[in-house]
């Protein structure tokens, strides 16, 4: 069946400082691959995406890169700020990573 | 534009009880999910609804638990009896796609909370 494992699940950097999170995935013919932000108390809610096609995406601090050889995509963001606090979900089509809670330190 | 609406946000049963959670997804959204969200992981996809028909429910424990999409509108989750391990949230999701595959945005509600004593 489907994997995905996703590391590590805390990370916790120094305000204005980059955190990468990754996701690693078992089914081949994944073509799809989304990162979600999870609030407290909140439904995740879609930061950045990206398609089979593509091997990286930018969106201003937030950027996905993707090795399909490997089976892995990373969600990088750069230039962190307080609000960036929350957890981070590698999203498959039936299961999702278990998260990494991105912790800010002022 | 209104946001996906579910109820009710938290609710607290006896186990073997029963318990049924309600999902007003975006208007328009063809596509409606439940996910199952234990405290510490990741959401875990109980069914996919395309209008009202099932597309995925490879997931969902049908000993116990039952889903349905009348007019490809609103949704509902049940479970009947309830176990302690169905302590959880039920995050309900809906999507523009209309082709029934996972390969777009997906809109979540604030989830209804559970709790099985």
């Known amino acids: 069946g489907e994997n995905v494992e996703q590391h590590p699940s805390t990370l916790s950097v120094q305000e204005g400082d980059s955190a990468v999170i990754k996701c690693t995935y078992s089914?081949?013919?994944?073509?799809?691959f989304p990162w979600y932000k999870q609030e407290l108390g909140k439904g995740p809610q879609l930061i950045i995406d990206?398609?089979?096609n593509v091997g990286e995406k930018k969106d201003q601090r937030i950027a996905v890169t993707l090795n399909k050889t490997a089976k892995h995509f990373s969600l990088h963001i750069t230039e962190t700020q307080p609000e960036d606090s929350a957890v981070y979900f590698c999203?498959?089509?039936?299961?999702w990573g278990a998260g990494t809670k991105l912790i800010i330190k002022p | 534009e209104a946001g996906v609406a579910q109820s009710p946000r938290y609710k607290i049963i006896e186990k073997r009880q029963s318990v049924a959670f309600w999902c007003n997804p975006i208007?328009?959204?063809?596509?409606l999910y439940w996910y199952q969200q234990i405290l510490g992981q990741g959401p875990k996809l109980l069914i996919q609804?395309?209008?009202?028909?099932?597309?995925?429910d490879s997931q969902l424990p049908k000993d116990r638990f039952s889903a349905e999409r009348l007019k490809g509108v609103d949704s509902t989750l049940k479970i009947q009896p309830a176990k302690l391990e169905d302590s959880a949230v039920y995050l309900c999701?809906?999507?523009?796609?209309?082709?029934?595959?996972?390969?777009?945005?997906?809109?979540f509600g604030e989830g209804s909370r559970l709790t099985v004593l």
């Open positions: 999701a809906s999507s523009y796609s209309s082709g029934g595959s996972y390969t777009g945005e997906l809109f």
């Open positions: 208007s328009g959204h063809a596509t």
């Open positions: 609804f395309q209008n009202n028909g099932v597309v995925d």
């Open positions: 089914d081949s013919a994944s073509n799809y």
């Open positions: 990206i398609r089979s």
């Open positions: 999203a498959g089509q039936l299961i």
